[in-house]
């Protein structure tokens, strides 16, 4: 049971270029959410889903797409990344009221 | 932006003292919850507080609510350095924590 695993790791990105950053939980869990998390700052949500097929915008959605094709998988595309997007990116899934964390992702965009 | 607020920011005591973090928030809620936070790592949630309750209890951990203030409290007994990590309240408007609004984090450092 790998609970939410994030990948990648670390990412360079060079302003303007895009990538999938990959989300995937193995609980069955129909709530999934990205939020990146800034210096000084508490997480902020991105974007969120309450089931396969539905997702909605959080707070700082702008520059990010999502999509849910699958239980399990919640991708966050950046279509052209911006050094504004430079941040550490968690996804997170849940049943309840009790939220589930990967690792993280640090991006940073030059 | 609906973040909440924690106060302080940050915490440095020793092994064997208390540890008392405070959190305000800016809307009605469905429950308020706290997650620590380990350097580098993801978050891990300690425990919620309903709406409707005032006080919980989960081992060495203690929070309050105060709806009317907006406000709550995580108070940790006993400090270890092992709890050393950041401490974040977050606030959900449902009974799911699809969305939920995080405070801007208590840096505790815990020292032998």
């Known amino acids: 049971n790998a609970g939410v695993t994030q990948t990648p790791k670390f990412q360079v990105l060079k302003t303007g270029q895009s990538m999938t950053l990959q989300c995937a939980q193995d609980m069955n869990h129909e709530y999934m959410s990205w939020y990146r998390q800034d210096p000084g700052m508490g997480l902020r949500l991105i974007h969120y889903s309450v089931g396969a097929g539905i997702t909605d915008q959080g707070e700082v959605p702008n520059g990010y797409n999502v999509s849910r094709s699958t239980t399990e998988d919640f991708p966050l595309r950046l279509l052209s990344a911006a050094p504004s997007q430079t941040s550490v990116y968690f996804c997170?899934?849940?049943?309840?009221?009790?939220?589930?964390f990967g690792q993280g992702t640090r991006l940073t965009v030059v | 932006s609906q973040q909440g607020e924690e106060d302080p920011q940050a915490l440095s005591i020793q092994e064997g003292e208390n540890a008392t973090m405070n959190c305000s928030y800016k809307?009605?809620?469905?429950?308020l919850q706290w997650y620590r936070q380990n350097s580098g790592r993801g978050l891990v949630h300690l425990i919620l507080?309903?709406?409707?309750?005032r006080e919980k209890h989960s081992g060495r951990l203690r929070v309050t609510l105060d709806t009317s203030k907006k406000s709550s409290s995580l108070l940790i007994t006993a400090s270890r350095a092992a709890d050393t990590a950041s401490y974040f309240c977050?606030?959900?408007?449902?009974?799911?924590?699809?969305?939920?609004?995080f405070g801007t984090g208590t840096r505790l450092q815990v020292t032998l």
């Open positions: 507080i309903r709406s409707n309750e």
């Open positions: 997170a899934s849940s049943r309840d009221s009790e939220a589930f």
């Open positions: 977050a606030t959900g408007l449902t009974g799911t924590a699809s969305k939920l609004t």
């Open positions: 809307t009605s809620i469905n429950n």
